[in-house]
């Protein structure tokens, strides 16, 4: 606790050169873990990005609905686009529209807010991307099951946050 | 000790001598440590009673706090515990390491007393603005949520503060060398807090640079402030401030460790090795707030959650083993050297300080190194990003590990910097236990209620009032109750701490303090047994080396598990 004896550089015990390998190997591995699973796994952080302005991604939504529309729930439109360019907007308190995927077919699913931070989150599955305005965010998604999904914002956003729910739905 | 010392300035500080240490304590230093831990732990207070309110919110069979309220008050809570509480407390701790530890005299005083006013002013504007509901926008005040311009302007005033008791606490120690207050290398207890502060020193400058153009923008003066970006500097200032705050807690480790059993580094180069890591990879490491959002591509995140991370991991899993490691081979020199782990079994366990020590270590490790680690995994993070599992991470560490250990030094500061008799020692034996094991429940039940998918910052996980309702299974209301009744043990714990030490500090009897332990007298070492082992050998820390090899199997298992779980998603790129 007080000073340290004058000459402090002596050699490591065994025991702490065993530990020291041991945590350093570790370590490595879960440095590997990563670029393994970017190879090799199936689920990966989507890295697709594009700049979009608010307004334009919301005349993007309303395009991508008015071309699939198939229903409305609760004042919301149900869309059912083929398998692609996949378009949601999340916006203080609501997330527009209701998508309604295929299971097996593989998406590109647009994200962004037009006006602040959201979370994107897919429940049970528990996926969960941010959602930021300005930045149109592409995941690029493969449902491997079928049924209703629950999307929840998961980023404060302000008062009405905890209403701002919606549906996912797959069919067969 | 200093051979006589030799003053540069005209200043005369007034020094006292600590009949226990045989340090020189400067009393304006003195004055100062007191004044910012009395501002820390009246900061733990309120921070206390928020987090009680808020646990009895998420606890949704009481949900206590309206929705306005519970955001309003979970800002506030961030602030007083993140921001106020541990600064506060670490400034204390920083004065302590460089004037009194030292027997060097703190550097201009009035500029100290200065950086204190600055960082009262801050944290009480933001109080109110907070409270008066002006600043519903959380800690991270995320862009384009906006807050009052006043709740900017505190932030910067208190960082401003923090950063001139920082400039002050290296002035300290480099004219404590000049004068030659003390002699060869800085003992290690200074040596964390240095790399600690060095690490302040960027932290605040990254804060700098994400609120003050925020400050602007609420006044209307910038006219965009693009959220990517701000969320990349806040964090850059957001996780560093808790690598201060792993610093500091580590160099209280190896104090409370000096103190409670009289341990010394095992290996100072070592242990120093490892304070560096931290100085070094852990800005870069950041990147593992970012990991799912739109804007950096695979090799920006994995690089920085990763090798800079990964490098700060060696670091904490170094002092994981030598701290614990430095107290078994004290104890074992005090005679404890049957079997394994005689020396755990008969150490000071109703010393507040060994206790605190020992479950701050064990839970930061087990839940908030393991979890922290897995979630900060790039590919992991899509489970666990804005879940609860990311609160269960956090309170592991900086509320069981960090504050716990800033609790247990707090009982010795006391006798020997407020100089009063310790009260209700009994109290102070069991409440590392209670706080800790209330703490350890509230980080289980956030986990277990993330891990099902409970957002965290949400005030209604039922979605009751939702136009599309989901339902919500059993399990998840049960780890929610688990959260509750550890919040509630955990506020007790608390609130003991609170107790004992108010009722010291100013009902304590006055008298200077006469040893360093508090509740354990200091014992005869047993009679050396036929069956323990003699020599060089019974000094090695082999039961330290076995714990650290169950700890990571655990770490090994818990991390690999949740890949499993991944694959388990659909597919996603």
Same mark, same amino acid.
């Given at each position: 606790?007080?000073?340290?004896?004058?000459?402090?550089?002596?050699?490591?015990?065994?025991?702490?050169?065993?530990?020291? *390998?041991?945590?350093?190997?570790?370590?490595?591995?879960?440095?590997?873990?990563?670029? !393994?699973?970017?190879?090799?796994?199936?689920?990966?952080?989507?890295? #697709? #990005?594009?700049?979009?302005?608010? =307004?334009?991604?919301?005349?993007?939504?309303?395009?991508? !609905?008015?071309?699939?529309?198939?229903? #409305?729930?609760?004042? $919301?439109? $149900?869309?059912?686009?083929?398998?692609?360019?996949?378009?949601?907007?999340?916006?203080?308190?609501?997330?527009?529209?209701?998508?309604?995927?295929?299971?097996?077919?593989?998406?590109?699913?647009?994200?962004?807010? !037009?006006?602040?931070?959201?979370?994107?989150? !897919?429940?049970?599955?528990?996926?969960?991307?941010?959602?930021?305005?300005?930045?149109?965010?592409?995941?690029?998604? #493969?449902? *491997?099951?079928?049924? =209703?999904?629950?999307?929840?914002?998961? =980023?404060?956003?302000?008062?009405?946050?905890?209403?701002?729910?919606?549906?996912?739905?797959? *069919?067969? | 000790?200093?051979?006589?010392?030799?003053?540069?300035?005209?200043?005369?500080?007034?020094?006292? %001598?600590?009949?226990?240490?045989?340090?020189?304590?400067?009393?304006?230093?003195?004055?100062?440590?007191?004044?910012?831990?009395?501002?820390?732990?009246?900061?733990?207070?309120?921070?206390?009673?928020?987090?009680?309110?808020?646990?009895?919110?998420?606890?949704?069979?009481?949900?206590?706090?309206?929705?306005?309220?519970?955001?309003?008050?979970?800002?506030?809570?961030?602030?007083?515990?993140?921001?106020?509480?541990?600064?506060?407390?670490?400034?204390?701790?920083?004065?302590?390491?460089?004037?009194?530890?030292?027997?060097? /005299?703190?550097?201009?005083?009035?500029?100290?007393?200065?950086?204190?006013?600055?960082?009262?002013?801050?944290?009480?504007?933001?109080?109110?603005?907070?409270?008066?509901?002006?600043?519903?926008?959380?800690?991270?005040?995320?862009?384009?949520?906006?807050?009052?311009?006043?709740?900017?302007?505190?932030?910067?005033?208190?960082?401003?503060?923090?950063?001139?008791?920082?400039?002050?606490?290296?002035?300290?120690?480099?004219?404590?060398?000049?004068?030659?207050?003390?002699?060869?290398?800085?003992?290690?207890?200074?040596?964390?807090?240095? +790399?600690?502060?060095?690490?302040?020193?960027?932290?605040?400058?990254?804060?700098?640079?994400?609120?003050?153009?925020?400050?602007?923008?609420?006044?209307?003066?910038?006219?965009?402030?693009?959220?990517?970006?701000?969320?990349?500097?806040?964090?850059?200032?957001?996780?560093?401030?808790?690598?201060?705050?792993?610093?500091?807690?580590?160099?209280?480790?190896?104090?409370?460790?000096?103190?409670?059993?009289?341990?010394?580094?095992?290996?100072?180069?070592?242990? /120093?090795?490892?304070?560096?890591?931290?100085?070094?990879?852990?800005?870069?490491?950041?990147?593992?707030?970012?990991?799912?959002?739109?804007?950096?591509?695979?090799?920006?995140?994995?690089?920085? +959650?990763?090798?800079?991370?990964?490098?700060?991991?060696?670091?904490?899993?170094?002092?994981?083993?030598?701290?614990?490691?430095?107290?078994?081979?004290?104890?074992? /020199?005090?005679?404890?050297?049957?079997?394994?782990?005689?020396?755990?079994?008969?150490?000071?366990?109703?010393?507040?300080?060994?206790?605190?020590?020992?479950?701050?270590?064990?839970?930061?490790?087990?839940?908030?190194?393991?979890?922290?680690?897995?979630?900060? %995994?790039?590919?992991?993070?899509?489970?666990?990003?804005?879940?609860? /599992?990311?609160?269960?991470?956090?309170?592991?560490?900086?509320?069981?590990?960090? +504050?716990?250990?800033?609790?247990?030094?707090?009982?010795?500061?006391?006798?020997?910097?407020?100089?009063?008799?310790?009260?209700?020692?009994?109290?102070?034996?069991?409440?590392?236990?209670?706080?800790?094991?209330?703490?350890?429940?509230?980080?289980?039940?956030?986990?277990?209620?993330?891990?099902?998918?409970?957002?965290?910052?949400?005030?209604?996980?039922?979605?009751?009032?939702? &136009?599309?309702?989901?339902?919500?299974?059993?399990?998840?209301?049960?780890?929610?109750?688990?959260?509750?009744?550890?919040?509630?043990?955990?506020?007790?714990?608390?609130?003991?701490?609170?107790?004992?030490?108010?009722?010291?500090?100013?009902?304590?009897?006055?008298?200077?303090?006469?040893?360093?332990?508090?509740?354990?007298?200091?014992?005869?070492?047993?009679? &050396?047994? %036929?069956?323990?082992?003699?020599?060089?050998?019974?000094?090695?820390?082999?039961?330290?080396?076995?714990?650290?090899?169950?700890?990571?199997?655990?770490?090994?298992?818990?991390?690999?598990?949740?890949?499993?779980?991944?694959?388990?998603?659909?597919?996603?790129?």
């Amino acid at each position: 606790m007080l000073a340290p004896p004058r000459i402090w550089w002596k050699p490591l015990d065994r025991l702490e050169r065993s530990w020291l *390998t041991i945590a350093f190997v570790w370590c490595i591995f879960l440095t590997a873990m990563m670029p !393994i699973w970017f190879f090799l796994g199936r689920q990966n952080v989507p890295a #697709t #990005t594009y700049r979009v302005s608010p =307004e334009e991604y919301q005349q993007r939504v309303a395009d991508f !609905i008015e071309q699939y529309q198939v229903g #409305t729930e609760k004042g $919301v439109p $149900v869309v059912a686009p083929p398998p692609g360019d996949v378009f949601l907007l999340a916006r203080q308190w609501q997330w527009y529209p209701i998508l309604q995927l295929k299971k097996g077919q593989t998406y590109r699913l647009h994200v962004s807010s !037009i006006d602040i931070q959201h979370g994107f989150s !897919i429940q049970p599955l528990n996926l969960n991307f941010m959602v930021l305005p300005g930045y149109d965010y592409v995941i690029t998604l #493969t449902p *491997t099951q079928s049924g =209703e999904f629950s999307l929840v914002c998961n =980023e404060y956003c302000g008062i009405a946050h905890h209403l701002m729910v919606s549906k996912l739905i797959v *069919t067969d | 000790m200093a051979a006589e010392a030799i003053p540069w300035s005209e200043e005369k500080a007034v020094f006292r %001598t600590c009949p226990v240490t045989g340090l020189k304590v400067d009393l304006a230093a003195e004055r100062l440590i007191i004044a910012n831990a009395v501002a820390a732990v009246v900061f733990l207070l309120i921070g206390g009673i928020f987090a009680l309110l808020l646990a009895l919110t998420r606890w949704q069979v009481i949900h206590l706090l309206p929705p306005d309220w519970f955001y309003r008050i979970l800002t506030a809570h961030g602030i007083d515990m993140l921001v106020a509480w541990i600064v506060f407390f670490e400034i204390a701790g920083l004065y302590f390491g460089g004037a009194v530890m030292l027997n060097a /005299r703190l550097v201009r005083p009035s500029l100290a007393w200065l950086a204190f006013a600055l960082m009262i002013v801050g944290s009480v504007l933001i109080n109110v603005i907070v409270l008066m509901g002006k600043a519903d926008v959380m800690f991270t005040a995320y862009v384009p949520l906006k807050a009052h311009p006043v709740f900017y302007l505190g932030y910067i005033l208190f960082a401003v503060g923090a950063l001139l008791a920082l400039g002050l606490f290296f002035a300290t120690i480099v004219v404590a060398k000049a004068e030659k207050r003390y002699e060869g290398s800085l003992p290690l207890v200074v040596y964390g807090l240095v +790399t600690a502060a060095i690490i302040a020193a960027y932290t605040l400058l990254s804060g700098a640079l994400a609120l003050v153009p925020a400050f602007f923008w609420s006044l209307g003066l910038l006219p965009n402030y693009d959220p990517g970006f701000y969320r990349n500097l806040f964090w850059s200032f957001g996780h560093p401030a808790q690598q201060i705050n792993l610093a500091a807690m580590v160099a209280i480790w190896y104090a409370l460790a000096a103190i409670t059993t009289g341990a010394t580094p095992l290996n100072e180069k070592l242990s /120093r090795f490892a304070f560096i890591l931290y100085i070094l990879f852990i800005n870069l490491g950041s990147a593992h707030h970012l990991l799912v959002d739109p804007g950096p591509g695979f090799a920006w995140k994995v690089t920085n +959650t990763s090798y800079a991370m990964y490098l700060a991991v060696l670091g904490s899993m170094i002092h994981a083993f030598s701290v614990p490691a430095a107290m078994e081979v004290a104890l074992r /020199r005090q005679g404890y050297r049957r079997g394994l782990l005689e020396w755990l079994r008969k150490a000071p366990w109703r010393e507040p300080g060994f206790s605190a020590l020992v479950i701050s270590i064990v839970i930061f490790g087990w839940i908030g190194g393991v979890t922290g680690v897995t979630i900060g %995994t790039e590919q992991i993070n899509m489970l666990a990003h804005n879940t609860l /599992r990311v609160p269960g991470h956090f309170h592991a560490t900086v509320v069981a590990g960090t +504050t716990l250990a800033f609790m247990g030094l707090t009982y010795y500061l006391i006798p020997l910097i407020f100089r009063r008799e310790l009260k209700l020692k009994r109290w102070a034996t069991w409440q590392p236990y209670i706080f800790g094991l209330g703490m350890a429940l509230v980080s289980i039940g956030f986990i277990a209620a993330g891990i099902q998918g409970v957002a965290r910052r949400h005030w209604d996980i039922t979605f009751a009032q939702a &136009p599309f309702p989901a339902t919500i299974p059993g399990t998840v209301h049960l780890a929610l109750a688990v959260l509750g009744i550890g919040a509630l043990i955990a506020v007790v714990g608390g609130a003991m701490f609170l107790i004992i030490v108010l009722v010291s500090v100013f009902t304590g009897k006055r008298q200077e303090a006469r040893g360093l332990l508090l509740v354990v007298t200091p014992s005869s070492p047993p009679a &050396p047994s %036929t069956s323990a082992e003699e020599g060089e050998e019974g000094l090695r820390p082999k039961g330290t080396f076995v714990l650290v090899l169950a700890f990571l199997t655990f770490f090994a298992a818990y991390y690999l598990s949740n890949w499993w779980l991944l694959g388990r998603t659909w597919i996603v790129r």
